[in-house]
């Protein structure tokens, strides 16, 4: 018999509506997503006081992320992750099927100084029209003060780096970097707990209600690092995508069983295509999950061919 405590846990996502977003979650990753919803956001695994993932089955069915971080920390999580009062990641999923705004997230100097908090995040592209691309960066030789007067003229983008991207590339944002993902592109968000965002241009775009998005130019000048030219996409060293301060990010193909950690501490897992079983609990793709520490050498099996994962180490103190 299998132990109830080696099970991988999942949780319940919280749906956003944006008004970029489609219902691109639902054929992809066969979310059941509100009728009559654009749901640009999936929020997948997060532990904030505004929201907060709920376990959906298994020995810790009903309680939350937040439980499981402050009572359970060691079991579930291992001996070296940080002593944080929440957990210190949040995982998304992202349907733009209409372009994102301009913005940029503060790193920690700059967010303590403007009562925010800092974000690091990584990009995996699950899918992407053709020629589907981001604003990424800045362009050679953008100068602050250029970039002040084309924010007053609207004509900041094209100041912009423009970067065309394809399924199955990973970006990598650190905080400070200016961005905007364009439409027909479906991600897989890695990122550090925060919800701060500086958005400082939206495209004259207008909600439901007819009201332009609110704007954060002062912060977003501070945010921005205006030596940050032209960055590409992460070049791959084997299963490594990006290791980071905030966290590790790797992709698999598993093609055999193979234990799902190979460290003492638990990891998040993301089932990309295929599919998978885990201590007799069958996996698909769209389904983010936790192997907790206490699944030892717990093996995950490929049910399919092609079956690749996303794994996330979680920062160690």
């Given at each position: ?26 054929s992809a990753f066969g979310k059941k997503i509100p009728p009559g919803k654009s749901i640009g956001e999936s ?148 990122q550090q707990n925060s919800d701060t965002t500086y958005r400082v241009f939206d495209w004259n775009r207008r ?111």
């Open positions: 018999m299998e132990n109830p405590e080696s099970a991988p846990i999942l949780f319940e996502p919280i749906f956003q509506e944006r008004v970029w977003g489609g219902r691109r979650l639902e929020w997948e695994i997060v532990d904030r006081a505004e929201a907060q993932s709920v376990v959906r089955q298994g020995h810790w069915c009903g309680r939350t992320l937040h439980q499981l971080w402050s009572e359970h920390r060691r079991e579930i999580f291992g001996d070296d992750v940080p002593d944080t009062p929440r957990f210190p990641l949040l995982a998304k999923l992202l349907d733009a099927r209409e372009k994102l705004s301009l913005q940029v997230h503060p790193s920690a100097e700059v967010a303590a100084d403007l009562g925010g908090e800092p974000k690091t995040e990584a990009w995996y592209v699950a899918a992407a029209d053709p020629g589907a691309e981001l604003l990424f960066g800045l362009r050679c030789g953008t100068k602050r003060n250029d970039f002040a007067d084309a924010l007053r003229k609207g004509a900041v983008a094209d100041l912009v780096h423009r970067l065309t991207i394809k399924t199955g590339e990973t970006i990598f944002v650190p905080s400070g970097r200016l961005h905007a993902i364009g439409p027909g592109i479906l991600i897989v968000e890695i909600d439901r209600d007819g009201r332009e998005r609110e704007l954060h130019l002062e912060q977003g000048m501070k945010s921005i690092a205006f030596d940050d030219f032209e960055p590409g996409v992460v070049r791959p060293e084997g299963e490594l995508l990006v290791r980071c301060p905030e966290f590790t990010l790797e992709k698999w193909d598993l093609t055999a069983p193979r234990p799902a950690l190979d460290r003492r501490g638990g990891a998040l897992f993301f089932c990309l295509t295929g599919a998978l079983e885990m201590a007799s609990v069958q996996l698909r793709p769209g389904d983010f999950f936790l192997a907790p520490a206490s699944a030892g050498d717990t093996p995950l099996a490929p049910l399919a061919r092609f079956t690749t994962l996303l794994r996330v180490l979680l920062p160690t103190r």
